[in-house]
T-cell receptor
Framework: GAVVSQHPSRVICKSGTSVKIECRSLDFQATTMFWYRQFPKQSLMLMATSNEGSKATYEQGVEKDKFLINHASLTLSTLTVTSAHPEDSSFYIC????????????FGDGTRLSIL | AQSVTQLDSQVPVFEEAPVELRCNYSSSVSVYLFWYVQYPNQGLQLLLKYLSGSTLVKGINGFEAEFNKSQTSFHLRKPSVHISDTAEYFCAVSDDGTDKLIFGTGTRLQVFP
């Protein structure tokens, strides 16, 4: 089946640091990738949608300058949390999909980000 | 806009008992429906999906769900649960023609021996 790899699985860093999270589709070409944020014991909140080769579409309330998304190839998207602060601590999950519409999203295992 | 309601935040059940996790969505002309499972500190794994056709959908790990258009529901069922089914379960919906998945708030299934 479709496999999505997310790296790193856990990051602990100091306030003010920028952190990059990678999301790779290992056995299919992902025309669209999605980035979600999940707070403890809550659902997934979509942050942004990225299509290969174009700018990401951010959801309302998500700062595009804070959460930089790059989808440079059909198998890789990155999320960079710039100048991270403790309130950015969360579980970040990416997903990827081949064809739009009926194709389900395949999820990575998530990244636990802790900002001290 | 679409929305998804999972009425039960937690469902405790004994091993080998049947279980139903409820999901209702706001009405739309055409929707795709999904159930995902999340184990601790992991991403989401697709259990099953409804796109069209038969309203009874069978998924992995013995789960099934029934699409009921008149009641705008997509409840997840399993006739006999195992300890290993303990996890968070999310119902999700997407509109025909859109890319976005809208998730419910999740149901924590806890299976006791």
């Amino acid at each position: 089946g479709a496999v999505v790899s997310q790296h790193p699985s856990r990051v602990i860093c100091k306030s003010g640091t920028s952190v990059k999270i990678e999301c790779r589709s290992l056995d299919f070409q992902a025309t669209t990738m999605f980035w979600y944020r999940q707070f403890p014991k809550q659902s997934l909140m979509l942050m942004a949608t990225s299509n290969e080769g174009s700018k990401a579409t951010y959801e309302q309330g998500v700062e595009k300058d804070k959460f930089l998304i790059n989808h440079a190839s059909l198998t890789l998207s990155t999320l960079t949390v710039t100048s991270a602060h403790p309130e950015d601590s969360s579980f970040y999950i990416c997903s990827a999909r081949g064809r739009p519409g009926k194709e389900p999203q395949h999820f990575g295992d998530g990244t636990r980000l802790s900002i001290l | 806009a679409q929305s998804v309601t999972q009425l039960d935040s937690q469902v405790p059940v004994f091993e080998e008992a049947p279980v139903e996790l409820r999901c209702n969505y706001s009405s739309s002309v055409s929707v795709y429906l999904f159930w995902y499972v999340q184990y601790p500190n992991q991403g989401l794994q697709l259990l099953l999906k409804y796109l069209s056709g038969s309203t009874l959908v069978k998924g992995i790990n013995g789960f099934e769900a029934e699409f009921n258009k008149s009641q705008t529901s997509f409840h997840l069922r399993k006739p006999s649960v195992h300890i290993s089914d303990t996890a968070e379960y999310f119902c999700a919906v997407s509109d025909d023609g859109t890319d976005k998945l809208i998730f419910g708030t999740g149901t924590r299934l806890q299976v006791f021996p």
